[in-house]
């Protein structure tokens, strides 16, 4: 049996099944696509009842997950609403851009190893790691993140004072 003869006879009967299992038409379809499109991904060969078999099966599974998926982004949305705040106003975003430019301007400023620390501990970087990037004792680090800090937040002072 070649694909499109299996497609014809196997499509209608798989997604009247998802319709029946799915949450609504879209996903019913999508659904049965994907199960179609794993039959060729994964090269499935046999006689087209087994076939026809793995289909449901790849199918139930597919509606099974994304049902599962769906279960747990409503749970932690209902724990963590997600309230749409609408554009910023004007002064408010003119004053969040002037402070990224200060922040810019301030580790622009800093020498290149402040600022490589500064930056790379923001990013979750351990001890460890920031004395490998700057090519330093890790016993050293703590002083010289404490010292680029100051530094950092003396520019920072001074230009919100200027």
């Known amino acids: ?3 499109d003869e299996l497609f ?10 998802c319709l029946r299992m799915a949450p609504d038409a879209d996903v019913a379809e999508d659904m049965a696509q994907e ?7 994964r090269k499935v060969d046999g006689d087209p009842a087994g076939i026809r078999a ?3 099966k790849v199918a139930t599974h597919l509606l099974r997950d994304r049902a599962r998926v769906q279960d747990n982004r409503d749970r932690l949305l209902q724990e ?9 106003l004007p002064d408010e975003e003119l004053a969040q851009k002037e402070r990224v430019a200060g922040v810019r301007r301030v580790l622009a400023e800093l020498e290149d190893r402040e600022r490589t620390l500064l930056l ?6 351990s001890y460890r790691e920031l004395a490998e990037a700057v090519g330093v004792q890790p016993s ?6 404490i010292r680029a800090r100051r530094r950092f937040e003396e520019r920072m002072n001074g230009e919100s004072e200027a």
């Open 1 to 3: 049996m070649d694909f």
């Open 8 to 17: 014809e006879d196997v499509y209608p009967r798989l997604h009247r099944y």
């Open 35 to 41: 199960a179609f499109v794993r039959l060729l991904d």
């Open 54 to 56: 793995w289909l449901f």
């Open 80 to 88: 963590n609403p997600v309230v749409p705040e609408g554009p910023p």
């Open 120 to 125: 790379l501990r923001e990013e979750g970087f």
């Open 140 to 145: 050293s680090v703590g002083t010289l993140l």
